[in-house]
């Protein structure tokens, strides 16, 4: 009876380190972030007139080729723009205009995780994005290029 018991233990605390060290070889997942978006304009006759809250949505996926370390990738759709004003004369400044852009992003990401801290893991990615702005438009809906 022993015997049983302990070989029982031993195979179930087997399987449980076994399952406890398995990570999944692919992730993927869908990403929502929040963003706060802003104009810096060059131009002498042209003001900044505030920032705008804006969302940025995407799909991701992760290669884990190790418990700690993954490859990402995936798409992202970036919002972005803002206020800003015309002075029409010195001493005048015409009405507030707004710019609002979407971007799509592929970005290629190295990503490293600690182990587990109780049930917290830190997650850091560094890498590139390549974007192209799809859509850029004024509060009227006329297109800027």
């Not at 798409?75 to 206020?83: A, E, L, P, R, T």
């Not at 800003?84 to 979407?102: A, D, F, H, L, T």
């Not at 893991?121 to 974007?131: F, H, I, N, S, W």
Request: aromatic letters at 14%.
């Amino acid at each position: 009876m022993k015997k049983i018991l302990l070989s029982s233990f031993l195979i179930l605390t087997f399987f449980i380190q076994a399952n406890a060290q398995h990570e999944k070889k692919f992730n993927f997942g869908f990403k929502v972030a929040p963003a706060i978006s802003w104009l810096g304009i060059d131009d002498p006759n042209v003001t900044s007139n505030g920032s705008k809250i804006k969302f940025n949505w995407g799909f991701i996926g992760a290669y884990n080729f190790t418990e700690n370390f993954a490859l990402v990738s995936g798409f992202n759709i970036n919002s972005f723009g803002g206020n800003y004003k015309v002075k029409v004369s010195p001493s005048q400044s015409g009405g507030s205009q707004e710019i609002r852009c979407n971007e799509f992003q592929i970005p290629v990401l190295f990503q490293m995780k600690t182990k587990p801290i109780g049930n917290l893991k830190v997650y850091a990615q560094l890498g590139l994005g390549e974007g192209a702005v799809m859509r850029a438009r004024d509060k009227d809906k006329n297109n800027i290029s």
